[in-house]
């Protein structure tokens, strides 16, 4: 599922963008949903995180202390996989996404009201197209997100995932070593499909599972390690594996 994001200051083009992407949505019947319409970019960044798939829509002339490209900055230090779309009437501002260093999906030009609708409905379209093929391309590797940076695993390397004792963060265990972030157990079991949540407080690689002991509630790794699980899981691994 993508999720959809628009900034815009002028009401009635806000509308306008919700009605154009709603509808793509409907008759499309694409895996998206628009989770957020906005004039105010502070209320965006509040909903950013680098959890799921993202679209952003935003207008580069906000009205605000900040402008769009300003916030793209701020939501790519948080999202690195984002896309992003710029909607704008003043074409000469975007020369300066090349300032900002920002990669962006494409632009669509206010001042072309015939031909407005359809380009939306293009970039929603290749917006889809687009994160496919990062899903393909990324399929062996998860990200996870450190204070101000982004860093990319191989799933290969991932024994397991726990909690913390400091809350809100999580402790990543590899073949040669650990790092913590902040996140939920519940979103790192949708990390990947061979992340498993075997226990209220572990997420387990399949694939480094060695032994399921459904008597002790144990998993034991590839490399010697034991990690405990509920009974559910021992027996949906037990047959899994």
């Known amino acids: ?5 628009v900034c815009e200051d002028d009401e009635k083009q806000l509308a306008t963008l919700k009605q154009y992407i709603n509808d793509y949505i409907m008759i499309e019947a694409a895996p998206m949903q628009l989770k957020l319409a906005t004039s105010n970019p ?3 960044l509040e909903n950013v995180d680098n959890q799921h798939k993202r679209l952003y829509f935003l207008d580069i002339a906000l009205g605000s202390d900040i402008n769009g490209l300003e916030l793209a900055q701020r939501i ?3 999202d690195s996989n984002c896309k992003l779309v710029f909607i704008t009437t003043h074409t000469e501002m975007m020369f300066l996404v090349f300032k900002y260093q920002l990669e962006v999906l494409d632009y669509i030009i206010k001042d072309e009201p015939d031909a407005f609708h359809q380009r939306v409905a293009q970039v929603l379209a290749l917006a889809l197209v687009r994160f496919e093929q990062s899903k393909i391309a990324s399929a062996d590797y998860v990200q996870f997100k450190m204070d101000s940076q982004a860093r990319q695993v191989q799933v290969s390397d991932i024994l397991y995932i726990e909690s913390s004792p400091v809350q809100h963060k ?5 073949e040669n070593g650990t790092f913590e972030y902040y996140g939920t157990i ?3 079991e949708s990390l990947h499909a061979d992340l498993y ?3 209220k407080s572990y997420v387990v690689n399949c694939k480094k599972i ?15 390690e034991s990690i405990i699980c509920s ?3 021992a027996r949906e691994l037990a047959r899994m594996l």
């Open 186 to 188: 519940k979103d790192a």
């Open 76 to 78: 790519r230090q948080i």
């Open 42 to 44: 502070y209320e965006l």
């Open 231 to 233: 009974i559910k899981a």
């Open 210 to 224: 060695s032994i399921v002991n459904k008597r002790d509630r144990e998993i034991e790794l590839n490399n010697g």
């Open 197 to 199: 949540r075997c226990h």
């Open 1 to 5: 599922m993508i999720d959809v994001y």
């Open 170 to 174: 999580l402790v990543v265990h590899l």
